[in-house]
């Protein structure tokens, strides 16, 4: 066994063993405990990717089965990306965690006073990484599913942490996880029975060799991704999220926006072009006939409806954004607009041609470049958004813990108190709203590119004013803070607490920072997701 396939198991069992210690912990040991196996887990990540970057799948048969009947972890370019930004975000919120115990929730004690500091957070975080590097390493349909099982329930448990005002949301949570689940194991189901395996890369290829399939795929891929647009909160499906990132506790809301939904949505991205694309798409199959015709058909219209939904978020996620008074709530709507630029790629995916493709006067790409570079873009804006959410929302939780309040004009004027929380507030914000030098812009460029190469123009207003709105609701949070504080409207609030530790200011500022240098590592990123590619 190789270092980077040890490693990729390890990334799944440790932070699973690790979860299962901490519950007979002390607080104190927790945190520890949980710092040393972050910085392990970073550590795990280094040796897949090195591998990845040879051009080699790591792949791991467990038990020498083989597939279909054996479980098999794998890591692609896709796996890779996702994992990287899971564990430098994860890194960042335990070091926040451990050096702020009181953000990571509140427990009600026996006489009826609440106490801060859960003992359920530190187990219940690492459950919810364990099942995240799951999803990401899965080479199977139920094993992916087990692994998000697992992320929807620790979430749940996360989001109650916050209290009795949580639970509430955390119960709205609890159901929108578990029907999303149901509906994605129903397609699973499906696929099995017209594929007779489990396996992601042996059922796509059945769906290639196998047209009669072609219509029980197409059911199977409408409610497997109508169940993960439940997850990633894609508007209308999307009144869970605000009441459940917004009131959980500080520690928690940054691994709901940043990372948990990120899990469904790499299984959203994996069924679309890793199962059904090499089949259906016109561009990478070469199956003939009627039926997968017929089908490609009938995707592209989902596809459409699930762009045209992701516009909406768009729009309506950042008007909303604009109308909060708190930071939360506000991070929390831009979360639910920024989710719309995820679902922008798949009519990408099953029309990517034109009559400018082959000119070489309009554009060099072919089809299936039209499609890497569609992925390369969304997957740069969807690694943007994990950094740079994950910063704004520690730092919202920062001057929670503070000042008690995270209310936007009792905020102003905090540029001069605390320069480094502003200043990665500024750095979020350049990377959420796509600016130059971000990892954002970086997808935002890549996405547009290859959209309009495959004749997509309507693309390019699209990603203009959205970035527009971004802008807007962004300054709206940022704006104030940097106002003169001697202003006679400040309403400054009682300070909660008399000094917050520097961990506490180093990690956000961390990931701020990290948003913009990743935007010049575009091309060893996207040529990572060339790795285990169905088009390479």
Same mark, same amino acid.
């Given at each position: 066994?190789?270092?980077?396939?040890?490693?990729?198991?390890? $990334?799944? $069992?440790?932070?699973?063993?690790?979860?299962?210690?901490?519950?007979?912990?002390?607080?104190?040991?927790?945190?520890?405990?949980?710092?040393?196996?972050?910085?392990?887990? #970073?550590?795990?990540?280094?040796?897949?990717?090195?591998?990845?970057?040879?051009?080699?799948?790591?792949?791991?048969?467990?038990?020498?089965?083989?597939?279909?009947?054996?479980?098999?972890?794998?890591?692609?370019?896709?796996?890779?990306?996702?994992?990287? +930004?899971?564990?430098?975000?994860?890194?960042?919120?335990?070091?926040?965690?451990?050096?702020?115990?009181?953000?990571?929730?509140?427990?009600?004690?026996?006489?009826?006073?609440?106490?801060?500091?859960?003992?359920?957070?530190?187990?219940?975080?690492?459950?919810?990484?364990?099942?995240?590097?799951?999803?990401?390493?899965?080479?199977?349909?139920?094993? !992916?599913?087990?692994?998000?099982?697992?992320?929807?329930?620790?979430?749940?448990?996360?989001?109650?942490?916050?209290?009795?005002?949580?639970?509430?949301?955390?119960?709205?949570?609890?159901?929108?996880?578990?029907?999303?689940?149901?509906?994605?194991? #129903?397609?699973?189901?499906?696929?099995?029975?017209?594929?007779?395996?489990?396996?992601?890369?042996?059922?796509?290829?059945?769906?290639?060799?196998?047209?009669?399939?072609?219509?029980?795929?197409? #059911?199977?891929?409408?409610?497997?991704?109508?169940?993960?647009?439940?997850?990633?909160?894609?508007?209308?499906?999307?009144?869970?999220?605000?009441?459940?990132?917004?009131? *959980?506790?500080?520690?928690?809301?940054?691994?709901?926006? *940043?990372?948990?939904?990120?899990?469904? %949505?790499?299984?959203?991205?994996?069924?679309? %072009?890793?199962?059904?694309?090499?089949?259906?798409?016109?561009?990478? !199959?070469?199956?003939?006939?009627?039926?997968?015709?017929?089908?490609?058909?009938?995707?592209?219209?989902?596809?459409?409806?699930?762009?045209?939904?992701?516009?909406?978020?768009?729009?309506?996620? *950042?008007? +909303?954004?604009?109308?909060?008074?708190?930071?939360?709530?506000?991070?929390?709507?831009?979360?639910?607009?920024?989710?719309?630029?995820?679902?922008?790629?798949?009519?990408?995916?099953?029309?990517?041609?034109?009559?400018?493709?082959?000119?070489? /006067?309009?554009?060099? &790409?072919?089809?299936?470049? #039209?499609?890497?570079?569609?992925? *390369?873009?969304?997957?740069?804006?969807?690694?943007?958004?994990?950094?740079?959410?994950?910063?704004?929302?520690?730092?919202? /939780?920062?001057?929670?813990?503070?000042?008690?309040?995270?209310?936007?004009?009792?905020?102003?004027?905090?540029?001069?108190?605390?320069?480094?929380?502003?200043?990665?507030?500024?750095?979020?914000?350049?990377?959420?709203?796509?600016?130059?030098?971000?990892?954002? &812009?970086?997808?935002?460029?890549?996405? !547009?590119?290859?959209?309009?190469?495959?004749?997509?123009?309507?693309?390019?207003?699209?990603?203009?004013?959205?970035?527009?709105?971004?802008?807007?609701?962004?300054?709206?949070?940022?704006?104030?803070?940097?106002?003169?504080?001697?202003? =006679?409207?400040?309403?400054?609030?009682?300070?909660?607490?008399?000094?917050?530790?520097?961990?506490?200011?180093?990690?956000?500022?961390?990931?701020?920072?990290?948003?913009?240098? !990743?935007?010049?590592?575009?091309?060893?990123? &996207?040529?990572?997701? =060339?790795?285990?590619?169905?088009?390479?």
């Amino acid at each position: 066994m190789t270092l980077a396939e040890f490693s990729t198991g390890a $990334l799944v $069992l440790t932070p699973l063993l690790s979860a299962a210690v901490m519950a007979l912990c002390t607080h104190v040991l927790r945190r520890l405990l949980g710092v040393v196996v972050a910085v392990l887990i #970073v550590g795990f990540t280094v040796p897949v990717v090195i591998h990845l970057g040879s051009g080699e799948v790591v792949e791991v048969d467990l038990g020498a089965y083989g597939a279909p009947l054996g479980i098999v972890l794998r890591a692609d370019g896709l796996s890779v990306l996702f994992i990287a +930004m899971t564990s430098l975000v994860g890194l960042g919120i335990t070091a926040f965690a451990a050096a702020t115990p009181e953000a990571t929730g509140e427990r009600i004690q026996a006489n009826g006073q609440s106490k801060t500091e859960h003992a359920g957070f530190w187990p219940l975080w690492f459950g919810c990484w364990a099942g995240l590097n799951a999803v990401f390493v899965s080479g199977d349909l139920f094993n !992916t599913y087990v692994g998000l099982e697992l992320v929807g329930l620790t979430a749940v448990g996360l989001v109650a942490l916050g209290g009795q005002k949580s639970w509430p949301a955390a119960l709205r949570y609890l159901f929108i996880a578990v029907l999303g689940s149901l509906l994605f194991l #129903v397609a699973v189901g499906l696929l099995v029975s017209v594929t007779g395996t489990l396996d992601i890369n042996q059922a796509a290829q059945q769906l290639t060799d196998n047209p009669e399939a072609a219509g029980v795929a197409t #059911v199977a891929m409408v409610l497997l991704s109508i169940g993960l647009a439940m997850k990633v909160a894609l508007v209308p499906m999307h009144q869970w999220l605000v009441p459940a990132h917004s009131g *959980a506790p500080s520690a928690v809301s940054p691994i709901l926006s *940043a990372l948990v939904i990120k899990g469904a %949505l790499f299984v959203f991205l994996r069924s679309w %072009l890793y199962v059904a694309a090499p089949a259906y798409s016109p561009a990478l !199959t070469e199956t003939s006939g009627e039926a997968p015709l017929n089908v490609a058909e009938a995707l592209s219209i989902v596809a459409w409806v699930f762009a045209l939904l992701g516009l909406i978020a768009l729009i309506v996620g *950042a008007i +909303m954004a604009l109308r909060q008074t708190r930071l939360k709530p506000l991070i929390a709507y831009s979360t639910v607009a920024q989710a719309g630029y995820w679902f922008l790629l798949l009519p990408v995916v099953f029309m990517p041609t034109s009559a400018s493709l082959g000119d070489p /006067g309009v554009t060099t &790409f072919d089809a299936s470049e #039209v499609i890497a570079g569609a992925l *390369a873009g969304t997957v740069g804006l969807i690694l943007g958004h994990g950094l740079a959410k994950s910063a704004l929302f520690l730092t919202a /939780g920062y001057f929670k813990e503070l000042y008690g309040t995270e209310k936007i004009a009792a905020l102003s004027g905090e540029a001069r108190s605390h320069p480094m929380m502003v200043m990665t507030m500024g750095l979020t914000a350049i990377g959420l709203a796509g600016l130059p030098f971000s990892l954002s &812009f970086t997808g935002k460029w890549q996405l !547009t590119s290859a959209s309009l190469a495959g004749g997509h123009y309507w693309i390019l207003p699209v990603i203009i004013v959205a970035t527009l709105l971004s802008a807007a609701y962004l300054l709206r949070a940022f704006g104030p803070l940097m106002m003169d504080n001697d202003q =006679e409207n400040a309403a400054h609030p009682e300070l909660h607490r008399n000094s917050m530790p520097v961990v506490a200011q180093v990690a956000p500022f961390t990931l701020g920072v990290l948003t913009l240098l !990743t935007g010049f590592m575009g091309t060893p990123i &996207f040529d990572l997701l =060339e790795v285990g590619a169905p088009w390479s």
